[in-house]
């Protein structure tokens, strides 16, 4: 969606002209809001790193960032050097909402602006230089499958450039089939079906020029307008109406996500809802017949202090935290991207209202940006990541037991461990002490400590002697780099491919490609719980089936193999289990989304008695999968929650089930959603766990 253009967002929040972000985020702490519940003192907090849990590995698409053919420095050598300085891996083109009116034949973008020397050859030039690899964005809103096509044909068999990734237009949810419309769509049917059907015909016309292309198509974040919005006359909204459409024909899927937030205390604490967001989206996709597709990020910022310390630190969290989760890249926006309102974050620090990682030296009335490609902070965040972790290296879990301390962790392709600290304070310095699992540290040798400090215009970089402790400047980003102890590691390679081939609504059964480098005795599946790994069961071969668990639940498992010398190896990758609902009960719930519009949403949901006797006075209980989901309104039935807890009961026209299902009983409520918005999984009807339709 980004753009110079102005454009208007009605559901992204900014802070007024003039509006002190220091003096917001006090308002809504005074006021007891749910920013930074935190009420541990200055020092104290505890960090576990659990290297036995394993989130995946860090791709060569991991770290990425846009470029815009707006912008007259993309290809400078300054700007050149600084992005292969901060190991992007890739740069995506021609820039938001641009993609969907520039035609790279002719260098144009009727409508918008284009920079001298911003062509695909020259910012290809760019990507060779610094050792990325391109995200191109082939126009749907005013293009047609040919010219992609000859765009293909063009970059891969006439130039040889290898351009693997390539999405099917930006934010098309956007082009006003909901009312908003920033997008530039021309074509005579807007609705998502009409996209859907334009991606199989983009994907077919470009795999038939290169059939090693990877074709992306659009949807939208969970949780974030415009999810669960339907036009007239339609029965499901974008994500559900495109899935089933390009499922097992599109590669991958595109998402955005900029936090509707007000203020940095609020941007910095929406971080936790990107991990609910994402898992509703991989739901989702399995439930469409899409699972395993892989996910992109290919837009992100924070909304407010663009150009200071809290979207620096925001930035590197919310990286870190897509990455764990299973996204193969994240493409931070922008750039330049040029100076807008003027405001102060809580640190004093100007905010330029610039969301580019490299000053572009304009000005808004009497008040300039730096001086042209000057490093904004979050430019310093993405040059933080390569200091915790690069392209083969292991993210794990990891901990803290404070709010105001983020903790990510990535264990080493070289059997080092580092962590990466991020104190959200403003004001205060933050004591940490680390504890480790899976990992025996080398308390003899020296570690590597990198810090981001707040507003710094570099990143300042030690070795010490080894320390469990550690102190965090305010608002300031860390890492701590620790050898292994000789001799504590496994020579085992990690379990290979693990899959669930069975699930019924207590078991589930699992299976992996063996482990290398040595004897196995025997493999462990272990379930993530926080920064704790709970051993589920053992086998002497390469498959487990798993009882007694949880109907209607999520877990995240690992497989790891033990040696003859009862060292673990590392863990497989990450395993999303899924338990159901009895396949036969005596009762059975539908639960429909209705409407919805992003922050919140109406639902119905209809009850049966299949059992031979009636009920007479009914409770039907379910808990909502997320902490920001409430109820807030409802009718034919009487709806109470505690917690994530609801609870309905009838009113008196309802509140008999005649037996073997002989008629249902049906309530309806409004909802409010933060973030993701998943159904409920598990209901009970007085008491009886029932089967789901």
């Known amino acids: 969606m980004r753009s110079t253009r102005p454009t208007t967002m009605p559901w992204r929040r900014r802070l007024a002209a003039g509006a002190s972000a220091a003096a917001l985020s006090a308002a809504l702490l005074a006021a007891?809001?749910?920013a930074h519940a935190d009420t541990s003192p200055p020092s104290g907090v505890d960090v576990t790193v659990n290297a036995n849990e394993g989130q995946g590995t860090i791709p060569t698409t991991g770290y990425g960032l846009n470029s815009a053919v707006w912008d007259s420095q993309m290809n400078a050598p300054e700007v050149q050097d600084l992005i292969k300085a901060a190991s992007v891996g890739v740069l995506r083109y021609p820039g938001g909402s641009y993609g969907d009116i520039y035609h790279w034949q002719t260098n144009t973008a009727p409508g918008g602006y284009v920079a001298p020397g911003t062509d695909f050859d020259s910012f290809m030039g760019t990507v060779k230089k610094t050792g990325a690899q391109p995200m191109l964005i082939a126009n749907y809103g005013s293009g047609t499958p040919q010219e992609a096509a000859d765009w293909v044909r063009y970059a891969n068999i006439t130039k040889g450039y290898g351009a693997?990734?390539?999405?099917?237009?930006?934010?098309l949810y956007g082009n006003g089939h909901y009312g908003s419309g920033w997008e530039t769509d021309q074509h005579a049917d807007t609705s998502p079906t009409a996209y859907a059907r334009g991606v199989l015909d983009y994907v077919s016309a470009m795999k038939a020029v290169d059939p090693a292309v990877k074709v992306g198509a659009v949807l939208t974040m969970p949780g974030?307008?415009?999810?669960?919005?339907?036009?007239s006359g339609e029965s499901a909204d974008w994500n559900h109406t495109v899935i089933p459409i390009i499922a097992g024909k599109a590669d991958f899927v595109i998402v955005h996500w900029y936090p509707s937030v007000s203020?940095?205390?609020?941007?910095?604490?929406?971080?936790?809802?990107?991990?609910?967001?994402?898992?509703?989206?991989?739901?989702?996709l399995d439930a469409a017949g899409a699972?395993?597709?892989p996910i992109a990020l290919t837009e992100v910022n924070g909304t407010v202090d663009q150009d200071t310390q809290p979207d620096a630190l925001f930035g590197a969290d919310a990286y870190l935290t897509a990455l764990e989760h299973g996204v193969f890249t994240v493409d931070w926006w922008n750039t330049h991207n040029g100076a807008g309102a003027i405001g102060t974050a809580p640190d004093g620090a100007t905010d330029y209202g610039d969301e580019g990682v490299l000053s572009s030296?304009?000005?808004?009335?009497?008040?300039?940006?730096p001086p042209v490609n000057t490093p904004f902070p979050a430019y310093w965040a993405i040059r933080m990541l390569s200091q915790l972790g690069t392209p083969g290296d292991q993210l794990i879990g990891a901990g803290s037991t404070s709010t105001l301390v983020t903790a990510h962790a990535v264990h080493r392709a070289n059997g080092d461990l580092s962590v990466m600290l991020i104190n959200k304070d403003p004001s205060a310095a933050r004591d940490v002490t680390l504890h480790y699992a899976g990992f025996t540290p080398d308390t003899s040798a020296t570690q590597t400590v990198s810090t981001y400090g707040d507003e710094a215009t570099s990143i300042a970089t030690s070795t010490s002697a080894y320390s469990d402790t550690r102190t965090l400047p305010p608002y300031s980003i860390t890492t701590v780099t620790l050898h292994p102890r000789a001799g504590t590691a496994s020579a085992l390679t990690a379990p290979g491919s693990p899959r669930v081939t069975a699930a019924t609504d207590t078991t589930a059964t699992v299976s992996w490609t063996p482990a290398t480098g040595g004897t196995v005795t025997r493999y462990e599946v272990y379930r993530q719980v926080g920064t704790v790994s709970e051993l589920l069961g053992s086998s002497t071969g390469t498959s487990l089936t798993v009882p007694n668990l949880t109907p209607g639940s999520t877990f995240t498992w690992n497989v790891l193999a033990r040696d003859a010398d009862g060292k673990l190896s590392r863990p497989s990758d990450p395993l999303t289990v899924r338990t159901g609902t009895p396949a036969a009960s005596t009762c059975q719930v539908s639960y429909q989304l209705t409407a919805g519009w992003g922050s919140g949403f109406n639902a119905s949901v209809t009850v049966t008695n299949t059992s031979p006797a009636p009920i007479t006075g009914w409770t039907l209980a379910f808990d909502f999968p997320s902490t920001g989901q409430s109820v807030a309104g409802f009718w034919n039935g009487h709806v109470t929650q505690s917690g994530r807890t609801v609870v309905a009961t009838p009113v008196d026209w309802n509140s008999t089930l005649a037996a073997n299902g002989g008629n249902s009983a049906s309530f309806g409520f409004t909802g409010a959603n933060t973030g993701a918005n998943p159904p409920p999984t598990v209901f009970t009807l007085n008491g009886t766990v029932c089967s789901t339709r």
């Open 224 to 231: 974030n307008w415009p999810d669960g919005v339907m036009a």
């Open 263 to 284: 203020d940095p205390v609020h941007m910095l604490d929406s971080v936790s809802q990107l991990t609910g967001e994402l898992g509703q989206l991989r739901d989702e």
């Open 361 to 369: 030296g304009g000005c808004t009335g009497a008040v300039c940006e």
């Open 291 to 293: 699972a395993g597709t």
């Open 164 to 171: 693997k990734f390539w999405e099917v237009g930006n934010e």
């Open 32 to 34: 007891g809001g749910a």
